[in-house]
């Protein structure tokens, strides 16, 4: 897409339309590079890979952060008001039995104040019409292969809160850091695409 | 409205069987054309907002409680195993007819 | 009516595609526009339900033919009209600007 005649264009018109809007007060000199600034320096799937692994190793911090994610998060100094306005968390945990898996069949609700961007994939028509009907065949294109008597349960992101798995911690890594731990955690496992 | 009257006003609890709406809108809501007219079971009260259909029609919008709903994948599609949860404005459900109540998720 | 974004359950779609490294933004404008949205909501000009209905509202051909961005910047042209902040002809730059100076230099925003 980069540097294409149709990119090109819509970016004159963008351009067009912030200057129309800072003519008439409602943008500010410099908002727009300083959100997106703020934006960028804001939510990162690292974020939520702090949470698991400290789910992982705080059996205590894990049944707290499924009760009350938003009040949880805050004690590794991790916020959802990093938005519009504070939204909702709410985290859903793999287990042995069971995986989850988020989508927003509507949109793209996404925790971005924790997590930073969604992924294209994410906002797709693939993966939003399909995850909800055919889960197990869209994790297995992802390369993530069930065993068949894994129960899969699929969130539909579609009001006011925001979700996030925790992925199963993977076997073997007992002698794992924390740090190390962290570098595990993909966003793909945070939105249930991928074990972990 | 107070948190006190929120309690006081939710209409359905976890546990309860609901039908969702059939209703197709001409406007903006957020009742997934998939879930519509099915019964599933409300599993959490998510909050207390502004009802979205209202909102997106430059109205206040009565506020009211948010509701995860678990459907079985084989009541929204005919077949599957898994489950989906939505998360429902009360206004989009009714209590479920009591033979729908006895049926198992 | 149902529109064209509620696509859950749909089938026909294809495969889901992976993009290895993906960066938060393709080209600079897409960040533009989603930094313009919050502005405007946060300013009170549309709210966010407002903003998902006016992408709802693109005729279903161009909101499949559209990228992510592109709908986002279609809806906020839409509701800067509807709620009579400009005229879509003055969106457009159909009116042309008056003489002030465009405060972004058109190298900062050079597609990357």
Known sequence: MSGDHGSAAIAGRVRHVEALLEQRGLLDDGEIDRRIDEFLAGGSPINGARIVVRAWLDAGFHDRLLADANATIREVGLSMAGGLQEQRLKVVANNEQEHNVVVCTLCSCYPIALLGPSPSWYKSEAYRSRVVRDPRGVLHEFGLKLPADTRISVWDASAESRYMVVPRRPTGTDGFSESELVGLVTRKGLIGTAAV | MHPAIWLMTDRFAPGDRVRTSSRDPEWHTRLPRYTRGVVGEVVEVAGHHPLADDRARGRSGREQAVYHVRFAAADLFG????????ELWEDYLEPAADHEREMTA | MSRINDVGGMVGFPAVLEEPDEPPFHADWEAHVLALNAALIRRGVYNLDEFRDAIERMPPADYLAASYYERWFAAITTLLAAKGVATAAELAG????????????PSDLADD
């Open chain 2, 79 to 86: 077949d599957g195993t898994h489950s989906v949860t939505v």
């Open chain 3, 94 to 105: 159909q009116e042309g600007l008056p003489t002030a100076a465009d405060p972004v230099a």
